[in-house]
């Protein structure tokens, strides 16, 4: 990969992370100049970031005025939702039917690591929620790691981004979320290795669609 690819990848990883995140509040316009000097990247590569986060539904850009953070609703909401939900569980079956013992073993990993954070007290929790945000993608993609449709794990990367931002939505939700989710990944972990897929797929929806239905309360 050549310089000028790499830095493109990479302003591209942290300007999403950084929406996902609400680094950048919905609808918020995104400045040129302050942005250039926070990445450290001139207006080229900038603009190439923003024009492929426009065409993953992140960004919104407006002729004459610019980009901005692409906005937020229930009714979006609900449409991600159910087109992700559709990913993963078709992504789970696959990799339920072609995942090995390295597959297996990697789950349990990051389930452990996962569940250091979730077993916290809330306010600990709290404290290590970047962590546990890259903790909680970790799971999520290795239970559809052996997959083997290429873009249906692109499809579902996608989507699982989108979830993300609004899940941000949740994060300050009162104590005992956390624990109900706890027991929720512990139990879609444990489906996934029976290698029952049907219940792994129900476990999977429930899980998703009770967040989603949170974050809707709280728009």
Known sequence: MTRDRA???DVLTRLRTDIV???FAPEARLKFAEMTKRYDVGVGTLREALSQLSSEGFVTVEAGKGFRVAPVSAEELLEITDHFINFEK???REAIEHGGEDWETNIVAVHHRLSLIEGLPWERRMERHSEWVERHREFHE?????CQGQWLFRLRSIMFDQLDRY???TKRTPEGMG????EEHRDIMTATLARDADLASSLIEQHIRDTSERAIKLL
């Open 7 to 9: 830095e493109n990848r």
């Open 90 to 92: 078709r992504a789970v």
């Open 21 to 23: 995140s609400s680094e």
């Open 167 to 169: 899940r941000f939505v």
């Open 142 to 146: 290795a239970l559809v790691s052996a």
């Open 179 to 182: 624990g109900r989710k706890f």
